[in-house]
């Protein structure tokens, strides 16, 4: 079992270094099978001292000013959240990038920048953060069970894909979005 980034444990899949894995799914995803464990749109996460902070919904051409705080260049998530600043006419202004949750959530509570991050994450963040839906365009977020397509798998490994599926499936996470 390994912890990694998506971009990480899909090039493992792909290459044969492990059967399986949860990552990001990605655009092109054709040499994939998977299976879609959480759809969720990302919010933004500001502290609770922000201009933004009371606003019910943000656009993200409003947030051509602001400094972002971001996973580093392993996680798709980060990929997703400069493509979609950029796809709305913006070039982030990254003033810091970390692997870890707990310091993205420091560095926005201490005023230092804001992120987006998917609305299950968001929604339990600290009191002194706060999470505000993006609108205009809403940035989706697809967490997915992979593993390579036409792959020779044990039996094992197909018993517990097929396992996971029922399982996961069945209780699929859907978060409210943002603070409802």
């Not at 655009?27 to 933004?52: F, G, N, R, T």
Request: aromatic letters at 8%; charged letters at 25%; one cysteine or more.
């Amino acid at each position: 079992m390994e912890e990694d980034g998506s971009k990480a444990i899909e090039e493992k899949v792909m290459k044969g270094q492990l059967d399986f894995g949860v990552a990001v799914l990605p655009d092109e995803h054709a040499s994939l099978d998977y299976y879609s464990i959480i759809e969720e749109k990302l919010c933004l996460v500001v502290p609770d001292i922000h201009q933004l902070a009371h606003q019910k919904q943000v656009a993200l051409s409003e947030l051509e000013a602001e400094h972002f705080i971001m996973f580093t260049q392993d996680f798709s998530l980060r990929n997703i959240v400069v493509t979609a600043l950029r796809n709305a006419g913006l070039e982030p202004k990254i003033v810091s990038e970390t692997s870890q949750l707990d310091f993205i959530e420091e560095m926005i509570a201490a005023n230092l920048g804001i992120t987006l991050l998917p609305e299950s994450v968001a929604n339990k963040l600290p009191d002194h953060l706060v999470a505000v839906e993006v609108k205009d365009p809403h940035v989706e977020w697809n967490l997915a069970f992979i593993w390579k397509k036409n792959a020779h798998l044990s039996q094992v490994a197909r018993r517990f894909i097929q396992f996971t599926h029922d399982k996961l499936i069945e209780k699929t996470y859907h978060a409210p979005y943002c603070d409802e």
